[in-house]
């Protein structure tokens, strides 16, 4: 991730825990249910997510054969979704389409329905406020995006604290499409630490949870390159603050 502003206000750094002190894991249950055992290994991001070849230090969780397999189809529209902003012109966009995302586009046509319905020429701007003229862009569905990321986060807490984060425990998401949002969110990024893997291009993220609060934790992702989410676990204070 690049280089990002001074974080606004008061320090957090004594609030965000560090990832030095990490209980044991208990890799028998599965870590999104809480309940049924982990018999297979889910991607955390999605396989999915990375052009061949495959970077070999992908990160796997424990996970129940409903839990691993249940949000394909929003992983799926997720990917799609992104070949129709500015990830699809970065290198690693480019070759996800070419080695697997145009036949699944052109397989699908539930999919293609999905996405052609929500094109539409508009002003797009990049979330720092670069203007990139009218051109086609994409009204996305919010809530399979969220299901996603969310998806993501509680398997990147289990790897990066070595404990699962409970089912009940609510994760909002917000993706950071406009200028005050973007802001934001990057503002506190110098106040989390960086996550212990990251595929620059593809998949990059920091975090931070609270002592004595460990449920709550925060989130900074940026995929492919340009395209940010913020995300934050236990705490509806997120939802305030994203400036509109």
């Known amino acids: ?33 809480a309940k049924n055992p982990g018999v297979t290994d889910d991607h955390v ?7 061949q070849p495959r970077p070999s230090n992908l990160i796997t969780v424990p996970a129940c054969n409903k839990c691993n397999s249940g949000a394909g189809k929003d992983e799926d529209y997720f990917l799609a979704t992104f070949m129709f902003s ?11 389409w070419r080695q697997r995302l145009h036949r699944m586009f052109s397989k699908n046509l539930g999919l293609r329905r999905k996405i052609a319905s929500g094109l539409s020429h508009r002003h797009v701007a990049t979330p720092s406020g670069i203007y990139l003229g009218r051109r086609m862009a994409l ?4 809530r399979r995006f969220d299901r996603v990321v969310q998806k993501i986060v509680r398997g990147l807490y289990y790897f990066e604290y070595g404990e699962t984060l409970p089912a009940d425990t609510e994760v909002m998401t917000l993706f950071l499409s406009t200028k005050a ?7 506190y990024a110098n106040q989390l630490h960086w996550g212990k893997k990251r595929w620059s291009g593809i998949f990059e993220y920091r975090c931070g949870r ?13 995929c492919y390159g340009n395209t940010y989410f913020w995300a934050i676990s236990g ?3 997120a939802s305030n603050k994203d400036g509109g």
């Open 235 to 237: 705490s509806d204070e």
């Open 86 to 96: 500015e990830a699809g012109n970065t290198d690693a966009g480019k070759t996800l």
């Open 139 to 142: 009204q996305f569905d919010e």
């Open 181 to 187: 949002r973007y802001e934001t969110a990057v503002g």
């Open 210 to 222: 609270v002592p004595g609060a460990p449920q709550q934790s925060v989130w900074l992702m940026r």
């Open 45 to 51: 991001p999605p396989r999915s997510f990375f052009p």
């Open 1 to 33: 991730m690049t280089s990002v502003p001074p974080a606004p206000g008061a320090s957090l750094s004594h609030h965000l825990m560090s990832s030095e002190s990490r209980p044991k894991r208990h890799p028998e249950i599965c870590i999104y249910c």
